[in-house]
């Protein structure tokens, strides 16, 4: 259950939201491995092996090792990809992609947070030329993604500036808190990795969205609340989020305008019959 809107003369707070499994229903980078395959970038052998290590993740079998080697497989081959044409493929195939597989249930807890006045910060270890934009689709304040080293070529080195992950986390989300100024202690965390305890326990509401069985377990232990998220959804079927508090004040005083308005037309109609 969800805290009501902040008192604005407290700290400020902020939801912090892994990507994969946790807001979307699958691998953000995999999933634009098709995509990738089209605009040139890869074969069609690492367009299978990409489905595979997919097949993998959502399987729940990615332990850290296996993320490490498919991180190091990643960033091999991105080597000599062009920075610009690689944004341009994300913006042209990301609402084709990445709209229809966000979980609803996660879309709507981002807009309670935002209604109850608390920043939504997506939190994720993949690129941050695909977070970036799927980031701005869901509406977030900001993102913490991994960064890749770019050449005066304008194309990737294949190193890895900064990697959003496990530890990294946390201390990204720390980093956050002291130059944005929020209370950790008021604020939420939700991921469905183990590798995310870190920044799980970080924040005063840890949750566990979908969790892998080492999260599953810690949560269970530490009596974290776990959420199941099965039903992706297009941004645009959704309904539409109840209105801010402002809004449903002036929908309310538009509403009482409109009455009176019936009421003084009704008697006017009245007193000219007589």
Known sequence: MLDPVENHSLPRTAAFFDLDKTVIAKSSTLTFSKSFYQGGLINRRAVLRTAYAQF???????????????????????????VQ????????TLHDLIDPIIYDEAASL???????????????????EVVEPIGELLGA?????????????????????????GPTKAEAVKELAASEG????????????????????????????????ALRREATARAWPILDFHHPVRLKQRLSVPPRPALVAAAAIGAAAATAGLVWYASRRRAAAV
């Open 85 to 92: 044409q690689v944004k341009e493929i994300v913006a042209e």
């Open 182 to 213: 929020y209370d950790l202690s008021r604020c939420y965390a939700y991921s469905d990795s183990a590798t995310d305890i870190p920044m799980l326990e970080a924040v005063g509401h840890p949750h566990a969205v979908n969790p892998d069985r």
């Open 110 to 128: 981002i807009e309670e947070h935002h209604i109850a006045g608390r920043d939504v910060v997506i939190v994720s270890t993949s690129g941050a």
């Open 141 to 165: 304040d900001r993102v913490v993604a991994t960064r890749m080293i770019v050449g005066d070529d304008g194309c990737f080195t294949g190193e890895v500036e900064y990697y959003a992950y």
């Open 56 to 82: 993998v993740f959502l399987a729940g079998g990615a332990d850290h090792d296996q993320m490490e080697r498919m991180r190091e497989y990643l960033s091999a081959l991105c080597r000599g990809w062009n």
